[in-house]
Nanobody, 122 residues
Framework: QLQASGGGLVQAGGSLRLSCAAS????????MRWYRQAPGKQRELVAA???????NYADSVKGRFTISRDNAKKTVYLQMNSLKPEDTAVYYC??????????????????WGQGTQVTVSS
């Protein structure tokens, strides 16, 4: 349901932009989020954005990361600046989707993207 892209290898202080698009053309997209999971650590919420554009961030990324969305493209972005080695992780997008099944019943669910690796070298 969600396709993420944009990870890679970057030096400390560099920037990357992640993208994640909802693939269902008939779905409405509500809140969207980015999580990350570093080796040996629990998955943590990095940033979130509501359908109206309200945002919140983990303290560790405030002032460096920006979450945004394009509702027409059903896509969420994460602009990551001033990257640090401790930002190294697999980043996952997550979104609440609503669509209607063949019986015209609403299907509401929270879906995950496939994860994209971000590696920051010192």
């Amino acid at each position: 349901q969600l396709q993420a892209s944009g990870g890679g290898l970057v030096q400390a202080g560099g920037s990357l932009r992640l993208s994640c698009a909802a693939s269902r053309s008939d779905a409405s997209v509500n809140d969207m989020r980015w999580y990350r999971q570093a080796p040996g650590k629990q998955r943590e919420l990095v940033a979130a954005i509501t359908s109206g554009g309200s945002t919140n961030y983990a303290d560790s990324v405030k002032g460096r990361f920006t979450i945004s969305r394009d509702n027409a493209k059903k896509t969420v972005y994460l602009q990551m600046n001033s990257l640090k080695p401790e930002d190294t992780a697999v980043y996952y997008c997550n979104a609440d989707l609503i669509y209607y099944n063949d019986y015209e019943a609403p299907v509401v669910g929270r879906y995950w993207g496939q994860g994209t690796q971000v590696t920051v070298s010192s």
